[in-house]
């Protein structure tokens, strides 16, 4: 696989988790990076995003505050930082590699196999 999520999990509310994404091919150095999710019966919808170099950061508002997305491109490894989560973060979390900068599901065609969060009451 070309991504690879790991560091999902259950927690309770309040609670944090740190997601990891690890990416095998160096061709990708070119890509914008970014997060996604989907919970039961809804969209998959942007999360956050980087290129991997530079320092523009993108973030939904759903996250602003509480997520932060790096980067270690020595490592070739993508992770979000999720704080002070809450039920409404519970979902199947995806890490995308696309050409295009932006949150456009659309414009990211490679894709981890997703990892679970589940945060409770």
């Known amino acids: 696989a070309l991504l690879v999520e790991s560091g999902g999990g259950m927690v309770e509310a309040g609670g944090s988790l740190r997601l990891s994404c690890s990416v095998s091919?160096?061709?990708?150095?070119?890509?914008?990076m970014a997060w996604f999710r989907q919970a039961p019966g809804k969209e998959r919808e942007f999360v956050a995003g980087?290129?991997?170099?530079?320092?523009?950061?993108d973030y939904a508002d759903s996250v602003k505050g509480r997520f932060a997305i790096s980067r270690d491109n020595a490592k070739n490894t993508v992770y979000l930082q999720m704080n002070s989560l809450n039920p409404n973060d519970t979902a199947v979390y995806y890490c995308?590699?696309?050409?295009?900068?932006?949150?456009?599901?659309?414009?990211?065609?490679?894709w981890g196999q997703g990892t679970h969060v589940t945060v409770s009451t």
């Open positions: 980087l290129p991997w170099y530079g320092y523009r950061t």
């Open positions: 995308a590699a696309g050409e295009e900068t932006g949150s456009r599901l659309e414009t990211f065609h490679h």
């Open positions: 091919r160096r061709d990708f150095s070119t890509y914008y």
